[in-house]
């Protein structure tokens, strides 16, 4: 793959921002790429989550070159990078990785499409814990890197209100909260504190690349 | 309509124990009369009004052409910005789905014979979450909304497609399947075609196979827009937004809604929503009758919704419409 390049992404780093042209495509070795939406006041929120599971700008393959989204390191790690050309001529070029990313635009629509209902239908408490397990998912340590004020900017709610449900889990015995990181102590715990949307994604996301998170 | 159920054989012998929790979720769907009307209307994909050929074919109610011989965006948006004042019934050269409009002579050749146009009921079920994709639809004045369906079987509304785009372009993966829920929301009239003969027209045209791919485009930048709002809005707004996108693809300011699906699509219970309709109903902006729904101040409403109303339609004007 001579085209690809291999770059570390720094914590918050903006990889391809909103509203701009998307010239890159990444495949992230480790790490957590959040997908944001920006409102026009500055408030963002997360759209969906990127691990080594997939790509960031995948869209690509729909032919854009822009960029509706913002893609921001949410956990440090590094990422395989690719031209947008190199990677829409792989694609038109390579039969099995055409269908590797089919399958990936598959899988992603299916979590955005999941986790939009989610985020509709079921408690803070539930989708934070799911929330949380999407992270430990993609970034294999128990100890996850994210401050109160990020998880409740993820999530889209109130510093306190955040305090309130990440208090509740912690109260569990499920999480512990540290200054700049939270821990998970009991992953099953967890998965019962959760709404079922997050098994559903991890089925199917395994339907559709059965070679990530089976 | 076992044909909804998915086939646990096509998932891996490992995941067919996750796989049946899919069961309860499709069980949901004969619970009540309307679950039963649903599960009867269920993948038939509406009724077939005739095989004539498009040049002929005329919209049932209005009797003008399904496709637009006029100019290319001649549509409910042409001109209006982001923000349309009335979404005209009717453009000069007769309402037409703007996707199949964008296609050269050529290319449109191809879809035409195969194209029939359809009347679609409210509440129809066009494809099921993991069942195959049958058809493709084109929405002419018909609504058609995609469902996530949870585990605990409510089925939220993430997504809703009218004339602007199309529903089943999905691409790639075999077996064809739905990822999603479509149903009808707003019942009118959709040219249909087979998905086997699309996406052979798709092979020998890339304009369509381009055009496939921008509705899938536009799909997903909505699809994520609908999952950071849900997170983040309040039910006024959102409920807002869902009338907003529902008007724009209506011909008309009623909007046949019951409150009890509208608390399904959105998610929550029927008593939330019910608030939040009173409460624009005490602003002014809709009024709301059993089983209807009025917007009397298409401005106030956008006032109240969220921004999200505006994002949405910018991600069909940026891909599919770039002369807005």
Known sequence: MPHLE??????????????????????????????????????????????????????????TSRSSARYWVQIPGSAAKISRAAFTRAVR????????????????????????????????????ARWLL??????????????????????GVQRPTITNAAGELEREGLIERGRRQVTILNRPGLMKASCECYQLLRTRIAFHLPKTYA | MLSVAPDAHRFPPSQNIRVRSWFPTLSVMYVTDRDRRLAHNALTGGKTNSGKSLATRTDPVTRRSLISSGPRWSGPFRGVAFMPTTAPATTSSGPSNLLLAML?????????????????????????????????????????????ILETGEAIEIAAIGREGAVGTKFGARPQLSFARAIVQLAGTALRIDISQFHQAATRSSAIADLAMSANDVLVANLQQSAACNAIHGLE??????????????????????????????????????????????????????????????EGLEAVSCECYGVVRRNIARILHPEF
């Not at chain 1, 999407?134 to 999530?155: F, W």
């Open chain 1, 6 to 63: 291999h770059v570390p992404c720094h914590r918050e780093q903006i990889l391809v921002d909103a509203d701009s042209a998307l010239d890159h495509i990444f495949f992230p070795d480790s790490g957590v790429v959040s997908v944001m939406a920006v409102y026009s006041d500055g408030r963002t929120i997360e759209m969906a989550t990127i691990g080594r599971e997939g790509c960031a700008g995948v869209q690509a393959v729909f032919g």
């Open chain 1, 93 to 128: 070029q390579m039969p099995s990785f055409r269908s590797l990313v089919y399958a990936y635009v598959q899988a992603f629509t299916e979590q955005v499409l999941l986790s939009g209902a989610c985020n509709g239908a079921h408690g803070l408490k539930e989708r934070l």
């Open chain 1, 134 to 155: 999407m992270m430990r998912d993609r970034s294999d340590e128990d100890v996850l890197p994210i401050t109160q004020n990020l998880l409740a900017e993820m999530l």
């Open chain 2, 104 to 148: 050269d002579a050529t290319s449109l050749s191809l879809l035409e014979p195969h194209l029939r146009d359809i009347t679609l009921k409210q509440y129809d079920i066009l494809q099921d979450a993991d069942a195959p994709i049958q058809y493709v639809y084109f929405p002419v004045t018909a609504m058609i909304s995609l469902l996530a």
């Open chain 2, 237 to 298: 707004a959102r409920l807002a937004r869902w009338l907003l996108h529902a008007r724009d693809r209506h011909d008309s300011d009623t909007l046949p809604l019951t409150q009890e699906f509208l608390s399904e699509m959105l998610g929550v219970r029927r008593t939330t929503v019910t608030l939040a309709a009173r409460m624009l109903q005490n602003a002014g902006v809709i009024r709301y009758r059993r089983g209807h729904i009025k917007v009397l101040d298409r």
